[in-house]
């Protein structure tokens, strides 16, 4: 079992930036796909980048591509999400989530990922 631990959410006003931390153990941290979710208030939850740490391949969707970045550090096995240019929109709480690489493809749903961290929250006010 992957125990995920994410930090680093918080206020922030429109237009500033924000780094997420998911700090991944209990499992060979090079061996996982991890990906950054978040969930608003009576909205389905998205899946917003998601990042192969055996090889550094990323993947984004279209709705933070180009804001959002994900990037991992070995030395302390985590993963991270920097987010720029924030929007009220992108208030909403922010989990990771890890599955083992053998079982990640691009048609990897949420639903599929076995282990999830406790989110943090985001809050972006206009």
Known sequence: ?????????????????LTLSCA??????????????R???GKEREALARIYTGTGTTYYSDSVKGRFTISQANANNT???QMNSLKPED???????????????????????????????VTVSS
């Open 24 to 37: 991944v153990s209990g499992a060979t941290f090079n061996r996982y796909c991890v990906a950054w979710f």
């Open 79 to 81: 993963v991270y999400l």
């Open 91 to 121: 208030t909403a709480m922010y989990y990771c989530a890890a599955l083992h690489s053998s079982l990640c493809s691009l048609k990897t749903t949420g639903a599929q990922y076995t282990d999830w961290g406790r989110g943090t929250q």
């Open 39 to 41: 969930q608003a208030p």
């Open 1 to 17: 079992q992957v125990d995920l631990v994410e930090s680093g959410g918080g206020s922030v006003q429109a237009g500033g930036s």
